[in-house]
């Protein structure tokens, strides 16, 4: 496909004994924002070394524009990586950090300084350009970071976890700021996070990895809604857990009984083949759940005990116990809820489930 600037057929990475990718293909679209989204040590600083040509698969084909680049050395891909820790030489100048990597490619002097002075001003540095480089802030020294990368023009740049040494509001800041870099620069981006708040804020597609493999690629909206793996579903978006049996099928649904005794109906979606009797977990997130006004009029309806509120500006958070052990956590604007609750740990409430914010899941390991 001409329109994947990056490719990688089937690769695998071993290291001895230690499968670390395992059988992994991705495509990645010219000028998209891709995200790799996964825990420490599922291999997303892998899959970035083998696009860059720092590591080599053990298995399978890389390619760069459609053609194989398995035996290009690193330099000869135009492939730049923006890395967590900065990296910038603490002995140059602001300026001259961003125009470093032109040295090599015999830019003369003057149209390095112009180059470098369009990218500081594209990150919002223009006035720091003779600064010595350690002289700046973390979120300065990152953008720096960037716009050394992008002075290069590379086809794909490459970040690795760039926002996670710095404070949540920076983080933030940074996060719409390199989103509008990227838009404006058009140039692929290949993000790793392990942070799926970031993934979901900034990624044109996340691809949600998960032991060497990628459990599911798709659009933000199509991971957080359409979650195809108990795993996705777990892992993006806080999510409540609600494990029972199936005690009966129903044309699109399946009814649910939890060991509390309450019985939810929930669709099957992705679920699978799930017959009578099997063993489900339900999966809910905090801000589908309701308070039910009136229990009689409702469908889906948990009793559950109030354990603790949590005042959060506009919204509250409540955790509720259900039955013995299961214990939920809802989301709610303060002003939707009865004014008694606050003052009433222990008490009984009603909670509404509504069936579309409900996902089953077959419990066991996942594929
Ligand atoms: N050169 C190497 N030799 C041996 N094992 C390695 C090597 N590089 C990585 N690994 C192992 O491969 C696995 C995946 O590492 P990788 O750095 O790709 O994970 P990651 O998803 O980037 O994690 P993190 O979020 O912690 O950065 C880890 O178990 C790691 O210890
Ligand atoms: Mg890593």
Redesign the pocket.
């Known amino acids: 496909m001409m329109d994947a600037v990056v490719r990688l057929d089937r690769v695998s990475k071993r290291?001895?004994s230690?499968v670390?990718l395992d059988d992994l293909s991705l495509e990645v679209r010219r000028g998209e924002f891709l995200t790799l989204l996964?825990?420490?040590?599922?291999?997303?600083?892998?899959?970035l070394r083998i696009i860059s040509g720092f590591e080599e698969p053990t298995d399978g084909a890389v390619y760069l524009n459609g053609r194989l680049v398995n035996a290009v050395p690193a330099y000869r891909r135009r492939v730049n990586t923006v890395f967590q820790n900065y990296a910038l030489f603490p002995h140059m100048t602001v300026g001259e950090n961003v125009e470093y990597g032109l040295r090599f490619d015999r830019v003369p002097r003057r149209e390095r300084r112009r180059l470098a002075e369009e990218m500081l001003a594209r990150v919002g540095l223009a006035d720091k350009i003779d600064r010595q480089s350690t002289a700046l802030s973390g979120g300065q020294m990152q953008r720096v970071a960037l716009a050394r990368a992008l002075i290069k023009k590379p086809e794909v740049l490459l970040l690795?976890?760039p926002l996670s040494a710095l404070d949540a509001r920076l983080r933030k800041e940074l996060q719409l700021e390199l989103k509008r870099t990227q838009r404006e620069t058009g140039i692929t981006f290949v993000y790793?996070t392990?942070d799926q708040e970031e993934a979901l804020v900034m990624s044109d597609r996340i691809a949600v990895?998960e032991r060497g493999h990628i459990r599911q690629l798709g659009r933000p909206d199509d991971v957080f809604e359409r979650p195809e793996t108990l795993f996705v579903a777990e892992f993006v978006g806080a999510s409540n857990k609600l494990d029972g049996r199936v005690v009966e099928i129903r044309h699109n649904s399946v009814i649910v009984a939890l060991p509390s005794g309450d019985r939810l109906e929930a669709p099957t979606r992705s679920a699978g083949d799930l017959a009578t009797g099997t063993d489900v977990r339900l999966i809910v997130r905090p801000e589908h759940l309701r308070v039910a006004a009136d229990s009689s009029a409702a469908t889906n309806v948990v009793r559950a005990v109030l354990e603790d509120i949590i005042y959060l500006g506009s919204d509250r958070k409540l955790t509720l116990r259900v039955g013995e052990r299961l214990r939920i956590e809802l989301q709610e604007r303060g002003d939707r809820l009865p004014p008694c609750l606050g003052t009433r740990l222990g008490m009984t409430v009603d909670i509404e489930i509504p069936p579309d914010a409900l996902y089953a899941f077959r419990k066991g390991r996942g594929e």
């Open positions: 290291f001895g230690l670390v996964g825990e420490s040590g599922c291999g997303k600083t892998t899959t690795d976890e790793v392990h990895m």
